[in-house]
T-cell receptor
Framework: QQQVKQSPQSLIVQKGGISIINCAYE??????FPWYQQFPGKGPALLIA?????SEKKEGRFTISFNKSAKQFSLHIMDSQPGDSATYFC????????????FGTGTRLTVIP | NAGVTQTPKFRVLKTGQSMTLLCAQD?????MYWYRQDPGMGLRLIHY???????AKGEVPDGYNVSRLKKQNFLLGLESAAPSQTSVYFC????????????????FGPGTRLTVT
């Protein structure tokens, strides 16, 4: 059973456009929501993360929007560039324990010039 | 500073064979993790360790064993490989965990692609 649901599975965006990836969860014990970026042949790398006490976090062109009541969060990539083409994973973990991450199924983003 | 390294990068096994995947980190991290990545499934936690000499089960531990004899190394073993264990395996490490009060960002290795025929 997938604890974090992610959509879409794939996304094609024009250079300069906005890429939006959505995730949803059910377990209210989750309180840390990171996004990972993975290039082909590489391991995932932390991109940006949010805690549920804020509704938005921005780092450069990357923004996480968080809706606690709906149990949803999304990644927005502004001014998308071909170099952003990668697979993006949302994840969640609980307050206690070892930070075991529960990942979404991933979104393959392609930014076309 | 190499970060997290994994050996081997690729491996093909026959059903029933055994093998060990090695993960090493040079960041003096306490916590280490093994994940598997399958198409359409994302990454799923197999086993993890919160310090030298400790191990614990994750989401999908069946068919795998682990050992953490040294702080910098985390080994993942397959005693009798099955085709269902065909996957890409990622190791990760972090300085601390959620309840440790320390940084808990996970750093991932480059992965091992395993095929079981």
């Amino acid at each position: 059973q997938q604890q974090v649901k992610q959509s879409p599975q794939s996304l094609i965006v024009q250079k300069g456009g906005i890429s939006i990836i959505n995730c949803a969860y059910e377990n209210t014990a989750f309180d840390y929501f990171p996004w990972y970026q993975q290039f082909p042949g590489k391991g995932p790398a932390l991109l940006i993360a949010i805690r549920p006490d804020v509704s938005e976090k921005k780092e450069g062109r990357f923004t996480i929007s968080f809706n606690k009541s709906a149990k949803q969060f999304s990644l927005h990539i502004m001014d998308s560039q071909p170099g952003d083409s990668a697979t993006y994973f949302c994840a969640a973990s609980m307050r206690t324990g070892a930070n075991n991450l529960f990942f979404g199924t991933g979104t393959r983003l392609t930014v076309i010039p | 500073n190499a970060g997290v390294t994994q050996t081997p990068k690729f491996r093909v096994l026959k059903t029933g064979q055994s093998m060990t995947l090695l993960c090493a980190q040079d960041m003096n991290h306490e916590y280490m993790y093994w994940y598997r990545q399958d198409p359409g499934m994302g990454l799923r936690l197999i086993h993890y360790s919160v310090g030298e000499g400790t191990t614990a089960k994750g989401e999908v531990p069946d068919g795998y064993n682990v050992s953490r004899l040294k702080k910098q190394n985390f080994l993942l073993g397959l005693e009798s490989a099955a085709p269902s264990q065909t996957s890409v395996y990622f190791c990760a490490s972090s300085y601390g965990g959620r309840s440790s009060g320390s940084s808990y960002e996970q750093y991932f290795g480059p992965g091992t692609r395993l095929t079981v025929t």
